[in-house]
């Protein structure tokens, strides 16, 4: 077993109990602001995700092809998260 694959176990792990909890939240604080964050928070934790995992396919995809997706839903990410803050914020 290699330290990546260790790695990728142990994240895999954290994003599953992140999801857990958040999707536990929102059924129990469903609509209003704090739906609408938690909402927020699933959809970024969930492209984070496959940003991390994108990795599995390394044996398909050339490897600066595999950045560049994983730098796109790293960004994608990161800017769902300031939008969607900024609009909860406005309103």
Same mark, same amino acid.
């Given at each position: 077993?290699?330290?990546?694959?260790?790695?990728?176990i142990?994240t895999?792990i954290?994003?599953l109990?992140? %999801?857990f +909890?958040?999707?536990?939240?929102?059924?129990k &604080?469903a609509?209003g602001?704090?739906g609408? !964050?938690? =909402?927020? $928070? *699933? %959809?970024? +934790?969930?492209?984070l995700?496959?940003?991390? &995992?994108?990795?599995i396919?390394?044996?398909l !995809?050339? =490897?600066? $092809? *595999?950045?560049?997706?994983?730098?796109?839903?790293?960004?994608?990410?990161?800017?769902?998260?300031?939008?969607?803050?900024?609009?909860v914020?406005?309103?």
């Amino acid at each position: 077993m290699t330290a990546q694959t260790i790695i990728l176990i142990f994240t895999l792990i954290i994003y599953l109990i992140i %999801i857990f +909890v958040f999707n536990t939240a929102r059924i129990k &604080y469903a609509g209003g602001k704090v739906g609408t !964050v938690i =909402n927020l $928070i *699933l %959809i970024t +934790v969930c492209l984070l995700f496959i940003a991390d &995992y994108v990795i599995i396919f390394d044996q398909l !995809v050339d =490897n600066d $092809i *595999l950045e560049i997706i994983k730098a796109l839903f790293r960004t994608a990410a990161l800017s769902f998260l300031a939008y969607g803050g900024a609009k909860v914020a406005a309103s």
